[in-house]
C-alpha cells in the first residue's frame, strides 16, 4: 500500500503531508535533518494494523515550504492542526522520533484538544552539561554547506557510516544523507529549536496518555531512559540494539511496539 501525497497551508506556506491506510489516526513526525521519507518502511505495516498513518514533512525539510527566520518549537507545532483541519480529523494519536518528540509534546501542549496520545521515541530531557555538548555540534552543524570539491557531502556520509556501526543499508543512509543536504542552508534551524527548548519539563506537563519508546543503541538511550523517573505514569517500551535510524533497521519490531501500544 502506498502513501498518498498532498498539501495544506500553514504559517510557512505549504505543508507536504502524506497519508496511508484507513482507521484510527496516528500522525508521525520526523527526526532531523531528513524528512518524512524517515517512516519509508513502515507505512503499510501500520496500516496493515488498522491505522490511519499520517507523516507530515516538517518546515525547511522534504517538500514542506520553510521559515524564513529561526523558529521555535512552537512554530512547528501548528503544521499538525493545519493536517488535521485539512483531513477533517478532529482527535488524533502522535508520534514523534528524536526532534520529532520534542515537536510532539509541543503539539500536545499547544492543542490538547487535538491530541488522544503520545509517543515519545527517542524523548531529550538535557542536564546543563549534556546541552552544552550538543551545541558545540550545532555550532558545526550551522557551518556546514557546499564546498566546491564536495567534501561536504563526503563528510556527512561519513558521519552517517561512523554513528551506524555493523548497519550498511546503503540506500537508506543514500536517502537522509540527501534530504539532509536538501535542507541547506537552514537545515540547522530544528536543532536549534530543540536547544532552546527544555523537553523535560514541557514533558511533565503532558496530560495525554503516554508512550516513552527507545532502543538500546541509540545514541541517546540513557538521555531517553531519563523521561521514566519524570513520567513514571507513562507507558515504557524499548527495541534491543539499532541506532537513530531504527526506523529503517527494525521496522516491523518498531511497528509491533507502536501499534501493540496503541491497541492496548
Known amino acids: 500500500m502506498k502513501a498518498k501525497?498532498?498539501?495544506?497551508?500553514?504559517?510557512f506556506g505549504q505543508i507536504h503531508y502524506c497519508t496511508c491506510g484507513e482507521g484510527a489516526p496516528l500522525v508521525l513526525m520526523h527526526q532531523s535533518p531528513t524528512s518524512m521519507i524517515q517512516f519509508d518502511k513502515v507505512w503499510s505495516l501500520l496500516a496493515a494494523k488498522g491505522l490511519q498513518v499520517i507523516g507530515i514533512d516538517m518546515p525547511g525539510f522534504g517538500g514542506s515550504d520553510g521559515p524564513e527566520e529561526v523558529p521555535v518549537i512552537g512554530d512547528y507545532a501548528h503544521i499538525v492542526p493545519a493536517v488535521l483541519d485539512d483531513l477533517g480529523i478532529e482527535k488524533a494519536d502522535i508520534l514523534g522520533h528524536h526532534t520529532g518528540a520534542i515537536v510532539a509534546t509541543e503539539v500536545a501542549l499547544q492543542f490538547p484538544e487535538r491530541i488522544k496520545r503520545i509517543i515519545l521515541n527517542g524523548p531529550l530531557p538535557l542536564t546543563d552539561e549534556e546541552r552544552t555538548f550538543f551545541k558545540q555540534h550545532l555550532a558545526q552543524e550551522k557551518e556546514w554547506g557546499p564546498r566546491e570539491d564536495g567534501?561536504?557531502?563526503?563528510?556527512?556520509?561519513q558521519f552517517r557510516i561512523a554513528a551506524q556501526p555493523g548497519w550498511t543499508d546503503l540506500d537508506a543512509i543514500h536517502r537522509h544523507v540527501v534530504a539532509g543536504a536538501a535542507a541547506?542552508?537552514?537545515a540547522w534551524y530544528a536543532h536549534d529549536a530543540v536547544m532552546a527548548y527544555d523537553h523535560g519539563d514541557a514533558m511533565a506537563k503532558i496530560t495525554q496518555p503516554g508512550l516513552i519508546f527507545s532502543n538500546t543503541g541509540d545514541s541517546i538511550h540513557q538521555i531517553a531512559e531519563r523521561s521514566k523517573e519524570l513520567r513514571p505514569d507513562f507507558d515504557w517500551a524499548e527495541i534491543e540494539g539499532g541506532t537513530f535510524d531504527i526506523i529503517d533497521e527494525q521496522p516491523e519490531a518498531w511497528v509491533d511496539v507502536v501499534s501493540g501500544w496503541l491497541a492496548n
Not at 567534501?151 to 556520509?157: F, R
Open 151 to 157: 567534501s561536504h557531502l563526503s563528510e556527512q556520509w
Open 5 to 11: 501525497r498532498s498539501y495544506t497551508e500553514g504559517r
Open 184 to 186: 541547506w542552508p537552514n
